[in-house]
């Protein structure tokens, strides 16, 4: 039996903790033995429906209480798991059902476990030759042992967040998932006595899926969990139930903390008690220290820790965690020189108020099991604060893809994997990413990172919090520049947009020290997401072609 599922059933046998769903109507709580129990019978229908070790099973459900034991029960058959991408009310069934098939045909799916709401899309699966099996009709199989499984064997194809034209999985085995568990258990000082953690988080991503799920029911630590539609109907919702449960734990991307620092600015004295909150991950995307800033000074008055702030680096490719800051330190800032950052290509350490710095958040150590090394473009090993691309190495690092045209390896020949991250490491072995290889954008020798223009944009006045990209524009025979899109509740107005663009233009010069070409103002909700929230830089790039008068 692999450590991972050794320590699952251990936790179901043993822990009197649960899972919390239902929440903010009905709430209902399940202990993990209940947890494992429903598993076994579901173990049991899958063993009827002829699941067995090496299979693959896809999941379409929207409730955790229905995820968690049919993603055991997988496991329990000695199968990997998928989580499907999930359709919203405005999506085109068709173009999902096709997109869908893609991905069912690549991972080799045996079933499609499908549960609420999306029971209505069984007719276009059926009609695709897909085999079904609805989450309602499982809970009577005979209960069912686990079959052995061993470390090298596939727990999850966790689908990535690129092009759903190019899908590809990245291949997690049960060693993958264990060590990365242990990992966070000690980086985190996880405790499943004290801890209670909260999360919003959709399980189709891995910080979800992995941390706020996967990792709660094998070490027995109380979940309370919602949907991000919950989330996204009232926002204020997070930290309602951090207050209610006194939740210690929780974890999402930058904009979300943006939003709720918003939300906290303007409830009610007193309405909350976020004292117990300890570990508050802010991962997942670049990471904005003004938006934190906003968070923990609005939380302040409620009780909030701003040492509770986690900044942290992770990626599916390592099963999900690399590194997280220090336990208490909250916040932490690199304000580096930027001309020796965008010319010389060395992290140097200036006064906050230098002329030209660039602020970067440190993330923290290696986690346990992994071990990092920064190259420039020939492969050359850079020393301490020489910036270069990211690699990394160890237990957590997955083996592969699985893509449409079979598998692809993530790691060289001595284990290296390349993360794609520009970033260089501190003098205490701390992690610092200045952003995406793909995204940097070079102006006159200068590296540009779009993170900073963002974030300059972004304190605008009008522009929403958390939703402004800088693409790269191709020139063709002229230099390279960019453009920036925005959203804005404004954008209907032609008075308030040409403010917006002038405004950001000048923001951007003065931060970065060059002109955008174009400045788009949107509607919002108009900026593409991946389906766990995150902007699309590299599929903005159509709504930033039009030159601007600004």
């Not at 080799?108 to 007719?123: H, I, R, T």
């Not at 727990?155 to 291949?171: E, F, I, M, N, Y």
């Not at 007193?270 to 508050?280: C, E, I, N, Q």
């Not at 920036?484 to 951007?508: N, Q």
Request: charged share 20%; proline share 6%.
């Amino acid at each position: 039996m692999s450590t991972f599922t050794q320590n699952l059933y251990r936790t179901a046998a043993t822990s009197t903790k649960g899972m919390v769903t239902g929440e903010p109507g009905t709430p209902v709580r399940h202990t993990w033995a209940e947890v494992h129990a429903h598993a076994r019978r579901i173990a049991g229908s899958l063993a009827a429906a002829g699941i067995g070790p090496g299979d693959a099973v896809t999941v379409l459900a929207g409730s955790p209480v229905d995820i968690a034991p049919a993603i055991q029960g997988a496991w329990m058959r000695g199968a990997s798991v998928t989580m499907l991408h999930q359709p919203t009310p405005r999506t085109d069934l068709g173009v999902w059902a096709h997109e869908t098939m893609t991905v069912l045909g690549m991972v080799e799916a045996k079933v499609v476990l499908l549960g609420s709401p999306f029971e209505p899309v069984k007719p276009v699966l059926v009609e695709n030759g897909v085999t079904v099996l609805e989450m309602a009709e499982l809970d009577d199989g005979a209960d069912t042992e686990p079959l052995e499984v061993g470390e090298a064997e596939t727990a999850l194809l966790q689908l990535t967040s690129g092009s759903t034209g190019h899908p590809k999985a990245v291949r997690i085995t049960h060693a993958n998932l264990g060590a990365n568990i242990e990992g966070m258990r000690l980086a985190g000082a996880l405790d499943p006595v004290s801890d209670v953690a909260v999360s919003w988080l959709p399980l189709f991503h891995d910080m979800g899926m992995v941390g706020f799920l996967t990792l709660p029911m094998t070490l027995g630590i109380e979940l309370v969990t919602v949907t991000p539609l919950d989330f996204l109907a009232s926002p204020l919702l997070w930290m309602e139930l951090v207050s209610r449960y006194g939740g210690t734990l929780t974890a999402a991307p930058n904009f979300a903390y943006a939003v709720a620092g918003k939300r906290l600015a303007r409830a009610e004295e007193g309405s909350l008690d976020l004292s117990t909150l300890r570990f508050a991950l802010n991962g997942a995307e670049p990471i904005d220290p003004v938006a934190v800033a906003a968070f923990t000074d609005a939380g302040a008055r409620f009780g909030l820790d701003p040492g509770c702030v986690v900044c942290a680096y992770g990626m599916a490719e390592v099963t999900l965690a690399v590194s997280f800051a220090e336990l208490g330190a909250g916040l932490t800032v690199d304000h580096i020189d930027a001309d020796a950052l965008e010319k010389d290509r060395r992290a140097v350490v200036v006064p906050a108020d230098a002329a030209r710095a660039r602020a970067f958040p440190t993330l923290g150590p290696l986690l346990h099991g992994l071990e990092a090394r920064v190259v420039d473009g020939e492969g050359t090993v850079l020393d301490v604060r020489g910036v270069g691309v990211i690699q990394l190495r160890g237990a957590p690092a997955t083996p592969g893809y699985i893509t449409v045209d079979g598998p692809l390896a993530t790691q060289d020949a001595e284990g290296w994997l390349d993360t794609g991250d520009e970033g260089y490491l501190t003098e205490a072995g701390h992690v610092v990413v200045c952003g995406r290889v793909k995204d940097v954008i070079i102006m006159g020798g200068r590296n540009i990172y779009p993170t900073d223009i963002e974030r300059a944009a972004g304190e605008v006045d009008g522009v929403r919090a958390g939703n402004v990209v800088a693409v790269r524009i191709e020139a063709g025979d002229r230099r390279e520049t960019f453009g920036v899109a925005l959203e804005s509740a404004r954008a209907g107005d032609p008075v308030e947009v040409a403010r917006i663009r002038k405004e950001v233009t000048a923001a951007v010069v003065s931060a970065v020290g060059v002109r955008p070409r174009t400045v788009s103002v949107l509607a919002p909700g108009t900026l593409p997401k991946t389906p766990s929230g995150k902007l699309r830089r590299s599929s903005s790039a159509d709504l930033v072609a039009e030159p601007t008068e600004a």
